[in-house]
């Protein structure tokens, strides 16, 4: 990661946190922005999201449910919150429909840290990373922080 630069005509640095609205994904953002505080970074927020699926049978769904409206509405609840508390912190959310992992992966051509939150201990002990992290770490185009909250 680089710091701040005081040339106004330099690109700005950015960490960029895949965001879902889970726990997971609160903390790694909090961690980001904290982050961003120190060296001077630009925060982005990413959220991916689909239409749920089935197989075999059609999902009735309510004409008022927006998958996108939900997930703008997560991230502003998350990072309002966040903006007062860093106030020095320039945050960008984006919502965009598609699956997670490769529009993260993709954002993480302009990144120079890509943030994501831990599974944690699921099902299986020994699974610690979610499909998600797991796919970033092994394709993204930066550095890779998995945050995984204290236990």
Do not use: N
Request: glycine share 8%.
């Amino acid at each position: 990661m680089t710091t701040a630069s005081t040339d106004p005509t330099a690109p700005e640095s950015r960490i960029v946190v895949g965001f879902d609205g889970s726990d997971s994904s609160k903390q790694a953002l909090r961690w980001a922005a904290s982050q961003a505080a120190l060296i001077g970074d630009v925060v982005e927020v990413i959220t991916a999201w689909t239409w749920p699926t089935s197989y075999g049978w059609t999902v009735a769904f309510p004409t008022e449910y927006d998958p996108a409206v939900d997930a703008h509405v997560a991230v502003d609840a998350t990072v309002g919150p966040l903006r007062a508390e860093f106030p020095r912190v320039s945050f960008e959310t984006r919502v965009i429909e598609g699956p997670p992992a490769p529009t993260l992966v993709e954002a993480s051509h302009a990144a120079e840290l890509l943030v994501v939150g831990s599974r944690g201990h699921g099902a299986f002990a020994g699974m610690l990373l979610g499909s998600v992290s797991d796919h970033c770490v092994a394709h993204a185009h930066c550095p890779v922080l998995v945050h995984r909250p204290r236990s």
